[in-house]
């Protein structure tokens, strides 16, 4: 549908106060961390009176934003790669080795999709504490792992359109099971890979429940849980945490920006599948 | 190499998954419900069979019954306001004009931060008091006092939804402009040489071509919704009261705070079966509602 460049000027127009609107409240947490905590009560919208960045500072120096940081990145990291690994070595033998045993086994799985994560949590805290795995970062990550049900699921969709005789070629020429799955198949998965990176990787990152109740420590914070903590202690702080929201939205923006096509891609691909 | 062989090295790639998914996901699920027909409280290790005592007392409880119909009308009505305003957002952003790409990334970004982190963002906007964001606004501009936006049981409960709608519209905007996108133009074409006017090429070419979307953005708003924790905790901390409690934070709350592990798992029994009940209905439905105005 093509309309006239008047009508285009009017959709600019239309959209730019609802467009203003949406972006608001980033707008009012990134105008208030270089405002005191008196200037932030009495005037919240307008611009800072001063430019003023010690909160900035302060947000280093008073909580362990950098080491929440870094235990956020480990438990991502790891348990993103374990599930991709795990998920798609699970596809593997369902769709190279098909027979009655691994449709039912896929079936198994994929009743995982229907299972909420709030319905396994009573018994999840007491396994985790027979376990000894709370508060322990590998335990965390242990239990993301059991989401690579989802990780199974996209791969199981890309694989199937994986040519048969490329394994049965690689057969032939002597490679191992093991082999084709890592030197032949798992290469080949690099689109679906990369999308189910993007969305397990925005899950773990900004998830709450979990950390919430099998981390406590003070070592052991996610930043997210870190975010928690500090509106209680903040309270009545709002510049300081502000601060920290936006020291916590930046890498997200950039993790956004650089990744807005492929989510984009993958929310479509995962989309026209589901 | 034997044949049973060459089977066994597949299967041994099966080992992982089934290994995490049965302990972390299926064994408990099964013991949820043994749990909730027992009297177990975490400590003692013998406990009794109370048969359908826990399921009985649910509906006794406040918590619990607050906690289902919050979270019941939490997820209809996102849902619904988040579909009525998706579908026209992704039709403007279908077209031609100058700030397309940022419009659509200022409307998608809301969608990429933690529902936590957000929900705290919209407290300060919607703080009850005074000097609260909202409040100010409404005072200078139209003399209204300050509203409590958090803590009156009905607009917490909206101001909820409006976070939520605030969040997650522009994601499902997006999911309909790719569908909007794969419909062939020459189908537009056709329609406008037979003298289709715009309002009719949306409402006999576009709508229906969308119903697929339509399905698949419905079922995760409304699994979504069923799911919902961190918007309402970091907003209200489920106040007032229980009003604005969800299943989850109920769930919480009676089994991992008050150690009533039967009666939290009687809980997460009946939370299952809404969210399988509800999303074969809904799934079922607009298949079939697909085919018919296809």
């Known amino acids: ?274 | 190499m034997t044949k049973a062989l060459k089977q066994l090295q597949y299967q041994v790639f099966l080992l992982p998954i089934l290994l995490v998914y049965t302990l972390f996901t299926i064994y408990p699920l099964l013991r949820s419900f043994v749990l909730s027909f027992t009297d177990f409280n975490g400590y003692n290790k013998d406990y009794n069979f109370t048969g359908l005592k826990n399921y009985m007392k649910l509906f006794a409880d406040d918590a619990i019954v607050s906690g289902i119909s919050f979270t019941l009308l939490f997820a209809l009505l996102s849902t619904l306001i988040i579909t009525v305003l998706a579908i026209p957002l992704a039709l403007i952003l279908d077209q031609n004009f100058l700030t397309k790409n940022i419009h659509r990334a200022i409307f998608f970004f809301p969608s990429i931060p933690s529902g936590l982190l957000l929900a705290f963002i919209w407290g300060f906007i919607l703080s009850p008091v005074s000097s609260g964001v909202l409040n100010t606004v409404l005072r200078e501009l139209f003399g209204v006092g300050p509203q409590p936006w958090l803590s009156d049981p009905l607009l917490a409960k909206l101001s909820t939804i409006v976070v939520a709608t605030w969040a997650s519209a522009g994601w499902h905007a997006v999911l309909y402009l790719a569908f909007l996108q794969a419909i062939p133009k020459d189908y537009y074409e056709a329609a406008s040489i037979d003298g289709a006017n715009r309002p009719q090429l949306i409402r006999y070419i576009t709508l229906p071509l969308l119903a697929p979307a339509m399905t698949v953005s419905v079922m995760l708003l409304l699994t979504g919704g069923l799911k919902v924790f961190e918007v309402p905790f970091a907003l209200t901390k489920g106040g007032p009261g229980f009003e604005t409690h969800t299943i989850t934070q109920v769930i919480v709350l009676r089994g991992i705070t008050e150690t009533q592990y039967g009666l939290a798992s009687a809980i997460s029994i009946v939370f299952f079966l809404i969210v399988l009940a509800i999303a074969y209905f809904q799934v079922t439905l607009m298949q079939k509602r697909e085919e018919r105005i296809q």
């Open chain 1, 1 to 274: 549908m093509t309309g006239g460049t008047r009508r285009n000027w009017l959709l600019d127009l239309l959209l730019l106060p609802v467009g203003l609107l949406t972006f608001f409240p980033f707008y009012l947490v990134i105008v208030n961390t270089f405002k005191s905590a008196q200037e932030t009560s009495s005037r919240p919208m307008s611009l800072p009176n001063t430019w003023d960045f010690s909160n900035y500072g302060n947000v280093f120096e008073e909580t362990p934003i950098v080491r929440s940081f870094g235990n956020s990145l480990v438990i991502t990291v790891c348990s993103v790669l374990l599930m991709v690994m795990i998920g798609a070595m699970a596809a593997y033998p369902v769709v190279f080795n098909p027979g009655r045993m691994n449709r039912l086994v896929m079936l198994y799985l994929l009743m995982g999709f229907m299972i909420p994560f709030q319905t396994t949590l009573i018994p999840l805290f007491q396994l985790m504490t027979d376990l000894n795995l709370v508060d322990r970062l590998y335990g965390l990550i242990a239990l993301y792992a059991g989401g690579a049900v989802f990780v199974f699921f996209l791969m199981l969709g890309y694989m199937k359109t994986i040519p048969k005789e490329l394994s049965e070629a690689a057969i032939i020429d002597g490679c191992s099971v093991w082999g084709i799955f890592w030197r032949i198949i798992f290469p080949l998965l690099k689109p679906i890979t990369v999308t189910s990176i993007i969305f397990q990787t925005m899950w773990i990152w900004n998830d709450f429940l979990a950390p919430m109740l099998f981390l406590g420590s003070n070592r052991n914070t996610t930043l997210v849980l870190e975010i928690y903590k500090a509106k209680g202690e903040f309270s009545v702080n709002w510049p300081m945490f502000m601060t920290m929201t936006v020291i916590t939205l930046i890498p997200i923006f950039v993790f956004f920006l650089l990744m807005q096509k492929q989510i984009v891609k993958g929310i479509v691909g995962g989309a026209v599948k589901g």
